[in-house]
């Protein structure tokens, strides 16, 4: 009885110390995971498309992200549009360029999600309201309010990939963004959403 009672002893004060070194591993590999992340910067890039019966835009917008948490990514960014166009009114066909740059913000979760602001000035020649490209450029605003799919790959995560819907919220009269809105109201009103494919790399 008393080998039996010491056995027992023995085996629970090897659980219970097997239990307690168990433990204080399983501790280390969360603070290890937690202090694994290490800030760094990156450069982004988004495509822009449309076209339609008389013109077309193509262009590039490129974000430099400052990543100091593995949350959130923030920094300057820039744009570039090439237009070319043809009035259905005169016949009268055309090109013309708009560029800018603002800043951007961008908060991600459990690495399949983002919700994001963006804001720009846009220096844009061509008026929206009544289809006449002006020698006088006007710089118009614009908020990108948004969220979507983001997902790094790659075994460091060296590669990123955000698919989201943007919503302007100032809806600038002159915005270059308005040929790429895709929704309209019942009295065919524009509703100022985007799509928006952005890539980033890690530096």
Same mark, same amino acid.
């Given at each position: 009885?008393?080998?039996?009672?010491?056995?027992?002893?023995?085996? #629970?004060?090897?659980?219970?110390?097997?239990?307690?070194?168990?433990?204080?591993?399983?501790?280390?590999?969360?603070?290890?995971?937690?202090? @694994?992340f290490?800030p760094?910067?990156?450069?982004?890039?988004?495509?822009? #498309?449309?076209?339609?019966?008389?013109?077309?835009?193509?262009?590039?917008?490129?974000?430099?992200?400052?990543? %100091?948490?593995?949350?959130?990514? #923030?920094g300057?960014?820039?744009?570039?549009?090439?237009?070319?166009?043809?009035?259905?009114?005169?016949?009268?066909?055309?090109?013309y360029?708009?560029?800018?740059?603002g800043?951007?913000?961008?908060? @991600?979760f459990?690495?399949?999600?983002?919700?994001?602001?963006?804001?720009?000035?846009?220096?844009?020649?061509?008026?929206?309201?009544?289809?006449?490209?002006?020698a006088? @450029?006007?710089?118009?605003p614009?908020?990108?309010?948004?969220?979507?799919?983001?997902?790094a790959?790659?075994?460091?995560?060296?590669?990123?990939?955000?698919a989201?819907i943007?919503?302007?919220?100032?809806?600038?009269?002159?915005?270059?963004? @308005?040929?790429?809105?895709?929704?309209?109201?019942?009295?065919?009103?524009?509703?100022p959403?985007?799509? %928006?494919i952005?890539?980033?790399?890690?530096?």
């Amino acid at each position: 009885m008393k080998q039996l009672t010491t056995l027992f002893l023995i085996l #629970f004060a090897s659980l219970t110390s097997f239990s307690q070194v168990d433990t204080e591993l399983y501790v280390d590999d969360e603070e290890t995971n937690d202090s @694994r992340f290490e800030p760094y910067n990156e450069i982004g890039a988004d495509l822009h #498309f449309s076209a339609g019966s008389f013109g077309g835009t193509g262009g590039l917008g490129l974000k430099f992200g400052i990543v %100091r948490n593995k949350y959130v990514s #923030f920094g300057p960014s820039a744009r570039y549009h090439y237009s070319v166009y043809k009035s259905p009114q005169t016949g009268v066909s055309g090109s013309y360029s708009v560029y800018g740059g603002g800043a951007f913000v961008h908060a @991600r979760f459990f690495n399949y999600l983002f919700v994001g602001f963006e804001f720009e000035m846009l220096s844009n020649p061509y008026n929206y309201t009544n289809g006449i490209i002006s020698a006088k @450029r006007v710089w118009a605003p614009t908020g990108l309010l948004g969220f979507g799919f983001s997902h790094a790959f790659g075994e460091e995560q060296n590669f990123r990939l955000n698919a989201g819907i943007m919503y302007d919220i100032i809806d600038s009269k002159n915005s270059p963004l @308005r040929a790429g809105y895709f929704m309209k109201k019942e009295n065919g009103t524009l509703i100022p959403l985007i799509y %928006r494919i952005a890539f980033f790399f890690k530096l």
